[in-house]
């Protein structure tokens, strides 16, 4: 039995006097793709922002691998170091080359040399189908362009957990594909993946498992194909309705 690569253990987070997250609990195995839906405001991305210690939480734990990243004195750049990102936009630093966005993460988070860093930030860029892109600044690219250099970056350094939250989102329809074919690479090379996400097709599709939140609390998980040919919950049927 391999251990999960992430146990999110009764979790639970305010803002003042919203309570956002109402005891979550999230195993993902290794290698497992794990779909997040759920409605606008249900605790997606605050889930994922904990996850990452963007945030931190009121009570429960949260353990990647058999470090508890919960506990407060944790090293929190070492924990993220072993977390790839990407969030809906603004993932990339405007003013750097796709290169160099990615160079920077590998030379400042993993303190890689500046030459190495350089390489392997044009191999990953290649890996993604840009390496003819690797000069050009983010206002260069398209969209979808600058989400497939931010996965890249993502996990150039092999990130034991990817999160993505929404990384479709803010992209053109016709733009949305060539990500999406890009997290499905991802998912079949064996990457570990927590998505939020609201494509429905993919998640069915991609995912291992689908969890629903609503109101900050799991109210239904399961495969996708009994997830969705199934739901269980009214809620998740009345959730789901909406993109039928
Ligand atoms: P989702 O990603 O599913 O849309 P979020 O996690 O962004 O949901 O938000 C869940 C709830 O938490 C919402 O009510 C949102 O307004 C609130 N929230 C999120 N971040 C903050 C914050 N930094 N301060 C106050 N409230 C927040
Ligand atoms: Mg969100």
């Known amino acids: 039995m391999s251990a999960a690569v992430l146990r999110v253990d009764d ?5 003042g006097d919203d309570v956002v997250l ?26 994922l922002r904990t996850i990452n210690l963007l945030e931190p939480i009121d009570d429960g734990q949260i353990w990647l691998r058999d470090l508890d990243v919960s506990d407060p004195r944790v090293d929190a750049d070492a924990v993220r170091a072993r977390i790839g990102v990407v969030f809906q936009q603004y993932n ?43 000069d050009e600044h983010p206002d260069r690219l398209s969209g979808g362009q600058q989400q497939r250099v931010a996965l890249a970056r993502a996990v150039v350094s092999a990130p034991e957990l990817l999160l993505l939250d929404e990384i479709t989102s803010a992209l053109d329809p016709e733009l949305v594909g060539e990500v999406l074919e890009l997290v499905r690479a991802l998912a079949d090379d064996g990457a570990t993946i927590v ?18 939140l609503d109101g900050g609390r799991v109210v239904e998980e399961g495969p996708p194909a009994r997830f969705f040919g199934r739901p269980r919950e009214e809620r998740t049927r009345a959730f789901l309705a909406r993109f039928s």
């Open 11 to 15: 979790v639970w987070k305010s803002f």
């Open 22 to 47: 109402r005891g979550v609990d999230l195993d993902v195995s290794p290698g497992e793709v794990v779909a997040l839906i759920g409605a606008s405001g249900s605790g997606k991305s605050t889930l």
């Open 92 to 134: 990339l630093f405007p003013h750097l080359t796709a290169r160099q966005n990615i160079a920077l993460a590998l030379r400042h988070v993993h303190g890689w040399p500046k030459a190495r860093a350089g390489a392997e930030a044009l191999s990953a860029l290649a890996r993604v189908g840009l390496e003819d892109k690797a």
């Open 195 to 212: 998505m939020a996400t609201h494509e429905m097709a993919f998640a069915r599709d991609v995912a291992d498992r689908v969890v629903f």
